[in-house]
């Protein structure tokens, strides 16, 4: 029988798939029929074995599910820049074989069939919009290796629950992506009902700006899809979406000027330190990451925005979003773009809750700044 658990978030306009992928199970084998983000059939026996995956923010979903998650793999990424190098040591500290574990390319760079052939898993997990060719899951699927493609990335309201929910079955912890799905459905459906109340009038709008800081140039943001959605859901209007028509790209400084937005978010990380961008996470203080946050808004254009001026400047960890654990990154957004309307929302005790009640690898440190 298909099962499909859907949750309308008819305020914001978004759906979220609370369990979401159909499952039939075959008695003559033992197998189960799944369906991937591309809504193509995957019949495996599950639990499914060994996983290659690649992009490393897969590792925390397993992680959030799993109570060894590096076991279930034969490969991964190594994209460790995705889950910061604090979280790699971390996972590395506690499943000391990750160190060790076959790398394929991210799904960042060219897919290559042979490196996953090589490491030899049952089911290669890969991401939706990037990931292998036509081409290449058919040598894959030809050679043993079932393919699926999940999405943390592209829509991520839409996808991410049904994401998890597959990589439940094919790790036998069904149960468990269940009720993280639950968790964080119900911390969704409270600002969903909240921004259903506002008029597109009280909705201001938002400049995020992606990896700020890792140049001269201005401006990486987000359009259709990805944090944009996040933005949208919380009851903000994202300027990127009104030029951008993918999920990202990059804005014009005098388009920024002009539209000048009430909210202005800064994403980064350990990755641009060297760069003298905006860095945050558990290896800086606070001071540090306010330090960094207020160099990087004032960069030319960006310090006469309304949004510099006024005070409302906020840094965002790019490791916190188009994560499993987005439902953190969503709570701190809406606070920052809508502060009365959430002002009882504490991302600090929802961060802790998942830590204590779902990741193997518990989030240490802070992972946003204002």
């Known amino acids: ?210 990896h700020a800081g890792n140049g001269p140039d201005c401006c990486n943001s987000v359009g259709a899809g990805n944090v944009g959605d996040y933005i949208a859901f919380v009851g903000g209007r994202n300027i990127g979406a009104d030029v951008l028509n993918t999920a990202s790209g990059k804005l014009n400084l005098e388009y920024v000027i002009d539209r000048d937005p009430t909210i202005y978010i800064a994403t980064g990380g350990p990755h641009l330190e060297r760069a003298g961008g905006f860095v945050v996470g558990p290896q800086y203080t606070a001071d540090q990451s306010r330090a960094s946050l207020r160099r990087v808004a004032a960069r030319r254009g960006i310090a006469n925005l309304t949004a510099v001026s006024a005070g409302r400047t906020h840094g965002l960890s790019h490791q916190l979003i188009n994560s499993p654990i987005d439902i953190v990154a969503t709570e701190v957004m809406a606070k920052w773009i809508h502060p009365e309307l959430f002002a009882d929302l504490n991302p600090r005790a929802t961060l802790d809750q998942i830590n204590s009640r779902f990741l193997a690898v518990p989030y240490r440190g802070d992972y946003w700044s204002t």
């Open 1 to 210: 029988m298909n099962r499909r658990a859907l949750l309308g978030l008819g305020g914001a306009g978004v759906t979220l798939l609370v369990v979401g992928c159909g499952e039939q199970r075959t008695v003559a084998t033992g197998a189960t029929a799944l369906t991937d983000l591309r809504d193509r059939p995957l019949t495996v026996a599950t639990p499914a074995g060994k996983l290659s995956i690649d992009d490393g923010r897969y590792l925390i979903a397993l992680s959030l599910i799993h109570p060894d998650p590096v076991s279930v793999l034969a490969a991964w990424s190594g994209d460790v820049n995705r889950i910061s190098p604090e979280m790699y040591a971390a996972f590395v500290e506690k499943s000391p074989a990750l160190a060790a574990l076959p790398k394929t390319p991210s799904s960042a760079g060219d897919f290559d069939v042979e490196a996953v052939l090589a490491a030899g898993p049952n089911v290669a997990v890969v991401s939706l919009g990037s990931g292998p060719t036509d081409a290449q899951v058919s040598q894959l699927e030809a050679a043993g290796v079932a393919v699926a493609f999940i999405d943390f990335f592209t829509h991520p309201f839409e996808n991410q629950a049904r994401s998890l929910s597959l990589l439940g079955r094919l790790v036998g912890r069904e149960e468990q992506a269940t009720a993280y799905n639950a968790f964080r459905a119900e911390r969704l459906q409270v600002i969903s009902d909240r921004v259903a109340t506002l008029t597109d009038a009280q909705k201001p709008t938002v400049f995020l700006e992606a």
